[in-house]
């Protein structure tokens, strides 16, 4: 088919007389999610339904009869079988088929329901709709090893910007160690460890976290494992692994084994991390006690 000018294909007059439906007859109510703070609903009700609610009214219910959205915070409940924590009702005017929704809740799990509300408050409903979680306001606070940086995407970004590479020797690590800690300006790149927020002083507070970056060479095809955790070994012979560092006085072992079974080789370094004892109101800067190697290796096997 021929194209205009602007090389779009023209419209049909089949597909320029088509419009969407304002109905597909059934009965059935949506809601979706905005944000932390609303959620939206869609729904249809046809007439048939609607009547035979209607015919269950009693004489003095009928007047002052109004369409309500019912919302249900149901977090952790299996409602309906269990009851809701709380509801709250809309009023719904005109021919209005979707809304939205102000819940003020995020981390929370709604259903809505709709249907009619008499002046003695017996609610009769006409359709419920799927459950919805809000999501939480701000980051998540699980550290979760499935989003943790990939090795190779970790030494990308924090090799380039500490000037070592992936398999950088211990001597180029070494020297990079001393130059940050004497300098001060030290920062760890990636997975944060599970630290504590330190006392609270006038609502102010801080938080440091520590990474350890254990890396290392050896034969291309011999295994290598951390706390009893497999580490992969590159083709170069080249391995590589961060670790929280949590405070206080850690043992990491590290068990290499040859290809062939026949040697082993086990490191066990004792690391140490003392921080500073939480905020107080001097203006003296805390000293922090930065994190201690000392190594301990001992063989399990020959070299």
Known sequence: MPRGDSGQQPFTASEAAFSIPSGYGEDRLVAMLQDPW??????????????????????QEVSGLQSVLRVYDVTGADYPTQPAHRSFDIALSGLATNWYIQTNAPGREFIVEIGLLTSGGRF??????????????????VIDELWATSDEAYWKLFGSIAGVGMGASPTAWAHLLSQQLSSGNWSSYG????????????????????????????????????????????????????????????????????????????????????????????????????PRLEPRDGEGGGA
């Open 191 to 290: 997975l944060t460890g599970p630290g504590k927020p330190t006392a609270m002083v006038q609502g102010f507070w801080c938080r440091i976290d520590a990474d350890l970056v254990l890396h290392g060479m050896t034969e291309p095809k011999a295994t290598v494992s951390v706390q009893g955790q497999p580490v992969a070994v590159r083709k170069d012979g080249s391995f590589s692994l961060r670790l929280a560092l949590p405070e206080g006085t850690q043992t990491i072992t590290i068990e290499v084994t040859s290809a062939d079974g026949r040697h082993a080789k086990t490191i066990a370094p004792v690391v140490t991390l003392a921080g500073a004892s939480g905020l107080t109101t001097d203006t003296k800067k805390s000293q922090p006690s930065w």
């Open 124 to 141: 009769l409903m006409l359709a419920r709709s799927n459950r919805v979680t809000t999501p939480r306001f701000g980051p998540s606070d």
């Open 38 to 59: 609303w959620i939206f609903a869609y729904g249809e009700i046809r007439p048939s339904p609607e009547r035979a609610v209607r015919g269950q009214l009693l004489p």
